[in-house]
């Protein structure tokens, strides 16, 4: 048996790329896979088989013992910004925009993730100024290269990150060993997963024959030009000038019924361990759903206070925010999903991708919902609306 990150592991690999800058030695390299997501590769005549990647890697990490949940006794909010502008760019209520501008205010440096169209990919990149960080608004719904960016950490500076719970676990396993803890603020979010970037690809292939988008310019996965944070529009620009906008995107885009089909998610998202049971970050935000804010359709953050550190920083961003108090109860109202099912037609989905297959085909060969299952849905809709009006 191998001391590195080829041992076999309690879960799959998450692709954070920790291991990479945690390695002595420079063995460890991280490369798109045949499945569209980022894996490590270890140069055996390098490695030392010191092990030390292990120690920051998702893999080894165990369940807990009691079960319980991590937020069952953690301050909960509901936040928004004073600011309307901050709101209108976020995907939610603006609390990480705020976090990410008071860090810099404060001497830190902000790292976060950016779509980078040149690399038609997501990656992380370290920010001095609001003016760069304001490309790290809105969420990403692609997994970010996190090498490049976090390899430039230094000891004697100050960093507020935010990453996916998987990316912020590995990073606060090695910022742990480093010895560096204090000089950061670790923030993530309540994630659904990761999707391959086979989808992407097809994704844009399916903009160019469809919606005449090509060379890509900008993307907003959650825009809120309609006005309506509860349906979420997608919107693609080009380089001409040509624009793809969907203003019901969890509704009608084909992206996201991949997305959310569960479908072609990275192996290690429908059981994540890190979702509700473990948590590594200071702060954790998400979308406030659920019945809380139904009405609300300008976008609420949820926020949860993890550590003392987090409490703190967040104490000194309140002035900036609208906040109100929360319950654990709230929380999972808007958190419902502990684990997710993986779609029973997930093996075909990720083997078309690998095709030339259209991906309008493969949407109609695999996760189109038949007739039959439109009706159950349909039957189950109106029982739950039943049940909310009788409670």
Same mark, same amino acid.
């Given at each position: 048996?191998?001391?590195?990150?080829?041992?076999?592991?309690?879960?799959?690999?998450?692709?954070?790329?920790?291991?990479?800058?945690?390695?002595?030695?420079?063995?460890?390299?991280?490369?798109?896979?045949?499945?569209?997501?980022?894996?490590?590769?270890?140069?055996?005549?390098?490695?030392?088989?010191?092990?030390?990647?292990?120690?920051?890697?998702?893999?080894?990490?165990?369940?807990?013992?009691?079960?319980?949940?991590?937020?069952?006794?953690?301050?909960?909010?509901?936040?928004?910004?004073?600011?309307?502008?901050?709101?209108?760019?976020?995907?939610?209520?603006?609390?990480?925009?705020?976090?990410?501008?008071?860090?810099?205010?404060?001497?830190?440096?902000?790292?976060?993730?950016?779509?980078?169209?040149?690399?038609?990919?997501?990656?992380?990149?370290?920010?001095?100024?609001?003016?760069?960080?304001?490309?790290?608004?809105?969420?990403?719904?692609?997994?970010?290269?996190?090498?490049?960016?976090?390899?430039?950490?230094?000891?004697?500076?100050?960093?507020?990150?935010? +990453? $996916? %719970?998987?990316?912020?676990?590995?990073?606060?396993?090695?910022?742990? =060993? @480093?010895?560096?803890? *204090?000089?950061?603020? #670790?923030?993530?979010?309540?994630?659904? +997963? $990761? %999707?391959?970037?086979?989808?992407?690809?097809?994704?844009?292939?399916? =903009? @160019?024959?469809?919606? *005449?988008?090509?060379? #890509?310019?900008?993307?907003?996965?959650?825009?809120?030009?309609?006005?309506?944070?509860?349906?979420?529009?997608?919107?693609?620009?080009?380089?001409?000038?040509?624009?793809?906008?969907?203003?019901?995107?969890?509704?009608?885009?084909?992206?996201?019924?991949?997305?959310?089909?569960?479908?072609?998610?990275?192996?290690?998202?429908?059981?994540?361990?890190?979702?509700?049971?473990?948590?590594?970050?200071?702060?954790?935000?998400?979308?406030?759903?659920?019945?809380?804010?139904?009405?609300?359709?300008?976008?609420?953050?949820?926020?949860?206070?993890?550590?003392?550190?987090?409490?703190?920083?967040?104490?000194?961003?309140?002035?900036?925010?609208?906040?109100?108090?929360?319950?654990?109860?709230?929380?999972?109202?808007?958190?419902?999903?502990?684990?997710?099912?993986?779609?029973?037609?997930?093996?075909?989905?990720?083997?078309?991708?690998?095709?030339?297959?259209?991906?309008?085909?493969?949407?109609?060969?695999?996760?189109?919902?038949?007739?039959?299952?439109?009706?159950?849905?349909?039957?189950?809709?109106?029982?739950?609306?039943?049940?909310?009006?009788?409670?």
């Amino acid at each position: 048996m191998k001391n590195s990150i080829q041992d076999k592991g309690g879960n799959p690999c998450c692709s954070c790329g920790v291991c990479a800058i945690i390695c002595p030695v420079s063995s460890i390299e991280i490369g798109m896979d045949e499945s569209g997501f980022y894996r490590p590769k270890v140069n055996e005549d390098v490695c030392k088989q010191c092990g030390v990647c292990k120690e920051v890697c998702y893999k080894y990490l165990q369940s807990p013992e009691n079960n319980q949940h991590f937020f069952k006794d953690k301050k909960i909010f509901g936040a928004w910004s004073k600011d309307e502008d901050v709101v209108k760019m976020s995907s939610s209520g603006g609390v990480g925009g705020e976090l990410i501008v008071h860090g810099l205010s404060k001497g830190y440096l902000s790292c976060g993730v950016i779509f980078e169209p040149e690399k038609e990919r997501c990656q992380h990149i370290l920010a001095e100024s609001k003016e760069v960080a304001q490309a790290f608004c809105g969420s990403k719904y692609l997994q970010s290269f996190t090498a490049g960016a976090f390899s430039q950490f230094q000891p004697d500076k100050k960093y507020i990150v935010v +990453g $996916t %719970p998987c990316q912020i676990y590995g990073l606060r396993q090695y910022i742990k =060993l @480093k010895k560096w803890e *204090d000089n950061f603020i #670790l923030v993530d979010f309540f994630c659904h +997963g $990761t %999707p391959s970037y086979l989808l992407w690809q097809k994704y844009k292939e399916y =903009l @160019k024959t469809h919606h *005449d988008v090509d060379a #890509l310019k900008e993307v907003w996965f959650r825009s809120k030009e309609n006005g309506k944070w509860h349906e979420n529009a997608v919107r693609v620009d080009d380089t001409t000038g040509n624009r793809y906008f969907e203003p019901e995107a969890f509704k009608k885009d084909l992206f996201f019924k991949f997305f959310l089909s569960n479908s072609c998610l990275n192996d290690s998202c429908p059981r994540c361990l890190l979702r509700h049971d473990i948590c590594s970050s200071d702060i954790r935000v998400a979308d406030f759903w659920g019945g809380k804010y139904k009405d609300n359709e300008k976008g609420v953050s949820l926020v949860a206070l993890n550590t003392k550190k987090g409490e703190g920083f967040f104490a000194e961003i309140k002035e900036r925010l609208v906040t109100e108090n929360c319950t654990f109860a709230d929380l999972q109202d808007s958190q419902r999903h502990r684990y997710y099912i993986v779609h029973k037609r997930a093996s075909k989905v990720m083997h078309l991708l690998k095709t030339d297959m259209e991906l309008l085909e493969i949407y109609k060969r695999t996760i189109k919902p038949t007739l039959r299952n439109r009706l159950k849905e349909r039957v189950r809709k109106q029982l739950r609306k039943l049940f909310n009006n009788n409670k």
